[in-house]
Structures are given as structure tokens and as C-alpha cells.
């Protein structure tokens, strides 16, 4: 009797605790795929989720891009995710350096610059996986599409290569300073590439989330990956939530699958089977866009899809990608006449649309016109 009490004075402790989550996701093989239960419930929906920080702004993936869309109002900040030489976690889009950092203008790694098949594509440049920690301090952030976004090369030169560990630090400083709840998304990029380079990235960031106390699906975090076997694996050793990336070209397979010799594409997993074996172990699916309202021959937004009442029916949450106000990004019916790269179209228009679907969440370049478009939480 008295060991009775005992476990059932625990079981209270835990609940009171808030071990509810914790419980409930440990019943879903640690993570919450196929949960109805809203993790994002105290924040405004659908959520914003600011693309490699307010990118359309400032050079992505810095630590000014990141404390910008904080400001417009995003619910979370998105890192892309890579490794250094020395095993460290830096916010890059590419394991590829020259498109976003000045390392060019360092004479003294010129003779790092090489060539190699990274996800079966031939990629001439610097990579990270050939710096230190170090040495990628010594490297200043430039804008990634000098010609649509003129305006953010003002600040190149401005900002260093964040480490994961520096966004976590500034997204928990903010969650002081604006006094609510900051989230944030990163990507695991080349998982298959870096695995093989045996600095496989995916237990690194789980230790270092779980250090910093992003342990639980309730915490304001999602893993996200193109990949499939990866997203299984992190499955089983955290309850963090996944999102299970599907990209544009639907003929297309993620990589983990191409090197395992599957024919697995990303067509399939738009299905209503693909997305109920999705659910096994992800929480959210991000699609392109298109898998939710296509465009016609002539450019132009067709119908809404399936997608979204198909990925509901399993419990999952759909947060496509990625939506931007410049021209070239719009479809023909939005964009203004202004020849020009960098004009910007009618970009409340997309966005209203694809609210309309029922979309849980979006990826944007510039977040403050997706909040404003949005609206006030309810």
C-alpha cells in the first residue's frame, strides 16, 4: 500500500510539473507524429515563421536577420543548420560559403576553394566542413541575391556566422526583452552528405536543444529536414517536434532515399498514404507551395489542392514555404509592372490566399507584411 502511494504522489508530481506533454509524446514513440494536441496553442496563428530571419531585409542567417523578424512579430525564427571542421553548429543555408559570406576576399583560404558532389550535385567553392570554428568567426555575412535585394547589400560586411548556440542565447534574450514566447525552426541541411563526412549533425543539435531545455514537444522548437531517414532516427531519441520538408520538383527523391535505392519521391509523400506514414513520426509536413495551390502554364494561382484537408485528416500540421514579395517570386496575376528584380508585387494578395486553405503556419521572407496580413491573434 504504502509503495502505491508513493508512485501515486510521483505521477501527481509529474503532472504538476507540466510532464503531461512529456507523457503523452513518450506514448507516441517519443514523438508527437499523429497528435491532435495544438503544442503551439499560446501562440498567434497561423504561425509566422521567419525564413533564414527576416531575409527579405538583411543578408540572411545572421544574427540582425534573426532579431528583425522577432520585432515584425514572427512566432519563430528558421536557422538552416551546418558543421564546421571542428564540429560546430553554424546557421548556413549551404555547406558552400562564397554565395553568402565574404571568404573570397580572404587571400589566405584561397587555397581551400575546391570542388565536390554534395547531394549529387557537381558544387565549385568553400566549404564549411574544410573550417574551424575559428576561422568561420574570421568570415562576415553578404547578401545571397545581390540583384533582387539591392538594399541589404548595404550591410554586408556588417554581421559574423552565428553559431546555433548564439541564436538560442538571442532568441531567449528577446523572449525577456518582448515578453512572450520566441520559436525557433531549424533545418538540418546535407544530412546524408555530413554523415558521411562522419560529422553527422542530427545528435549534436539534439544535446545541444536539450541542454538549452528545448526538450519536449511543448517546447518552441521543430527539427526539419528534405530528408527521411534522419527525421526517423531523431524520432527516437528526442520528443522535440518534426517537419518532414517535401520538395518543389514532386518527381524528385530526398537524398537519404536516392543512397539507399529507393523510389521514394516526394510525390508519394504527398499522397494520403505518404502523408499517414509521415505521421509516424513527424508532427508537421512543409511543403512547397505549389502542393497546395499550383500554378497554370501561364503562371498563374490555380485551384487549391487536397493537400491541406489530406494532411489534417492524419493530425498533421502544414506550414509550406516559401513566400517572398519580389516579382519573380509571385505569380503573373500578382506582380506589378515594374520591370525591375527587386519590385515588389502584390504580395498580400498570395498571402491571402494561402491563408484561405487552412495552412497552420508559413515561411516568409518578410514577415512583418505576412503578420500584418494575418491579422491580431484571436
Not at 33 to 38: F, N
Not at 99 to 108: I, M, N, R, Y
Not at 180 to 189: D, L, M, S, T, V
Request: net charge negative; with cysteine.
Amino acid at each position: 500500500m504504502r509503495g502505491r502511494v508513493i508512485a501515486l504522489w510521483l505521477l501527481l508530481g509529474v503532472l504538476c510539473a507540466g510532464g503531461i506533454t512529456a507523457i503523452l509524446a513518450f506514448t507516441l514513440n517519443r514523438n508527437p507524429g499523429s497528435s491532435s494536441i495544438d503544442y503551439d496553442a499560446d501562440f498567434c496563428q497561423p504561425l509566422i515563421i521567419a525564413h533564414r530571419g527576416a531575409s527579405g531585409y538583411v543578408p540572411e542567417h545572421t544574427l540582425g536577420a534573426y532579431a528583425l523578424a522577432v520585432a515584425m512579430g514572427s512566432e519563430y525564427i528558421e536557422p538552416d543548420v551546418v558543421m564546421t571542421k571542428d564540429g560546430h553548429l553554424i546557421a548556413r543555408h549551404d555547406n558552400e560559403l562564397g554565395l553568402t559570406t565574404d571568404v573570397a576576399e580572404h587571400p589566405q583560404f584561397a587555397t581551400r576553394y575546391r570542388t565536390q558532389y554534395v547531394d549529387g550535385t557537381l558544387v565549385r567553392g568553400w566549404f564549411t566542413e574544410d573550417f574551424t570554428l575559428a576561422e568561420i568567426k574570421m568570415l562576415r555575412a553578404i547578401e545571397r541575391i545581390p540583384e533582387i535585394r539591392p538594399g541589404n547589400v548595404r550591410m554586408d560586411g556588417s554581421f559574423e556566422i552565428p553559431t546555433m548556440q548564439e541564436i538560442i542565447d538571442l532568441a531567449k534574450g528577446m523572449e525577456i526583452s518582448y515578453g512572450r514566447r520566441i520559436g525557433i525552426y531549424p533545418e538540418i541541411k546535407h544530412s546524408t552528405h555530413f554523415q558521411h563526412l562522419d560529422l553527422a549533425m542530427e545528435k549534436p543539435l539534439v544535446d545541444l536543444l536539450h541542454e538549452n531545455g528545448y526538450t519536449g514537444p511543448e517546447a518552441p522548437i521543430y527539427i526539419q529536414s528534405f530528408e527521411v531517414s534522419n527525421l526517423k532516427e531523431l524520432s527516437q531519441i528526442t520528443g522535440i517536434r518534426l517537419i518532414q520538408l517535401l520538395g518543389g520538383r514532386k518527381t524528385a527523391q530526398p537524398y537519404d532515399q536516392v543512397q539507399l535505392g529507393s523510389d521514394l519521391t516526394y510525390g508519394d509523400m504527398a499522397t494520403p498514404e505518404g502523408l499517414r506514414d509521415i505521421a509516424r513520426y513527424a508532427y508537421a509536413v512543409g511543403p512547397e507551395k505549389s502542393y497546395i495551390i499550383p500554378r497554370d502554364e501561364n503562371n498563374r494561382l490555380g485551384q487549391p489542392t487536397s493537400f491541406v484537408r489530406d494532411a489534417h485528416a492524419v493530425n498533421l500540421k502544414v506550414h509550406p514555404y516559401t513566400f517572398r514579395a519580389e516579382n519573380l517570386y509571385l505569380p503573373a496575376e500578382l506582380q506589378s509592372d515594374d520591370p525591375s528584380p527587386s519590385a515588389i508585387g502584390n504580395f498580400r494578395g498570395e498571402l491571402k490566399a494561402f491563408l484561405s486553405t487552412g495552412i497552420d503556419g508559413m515561411f516568409s521572407d518578410q514577415p512583418d507584411i505576412s503578420v500584418q496580413v494575418r491579422g491580431p491573434c484571436e
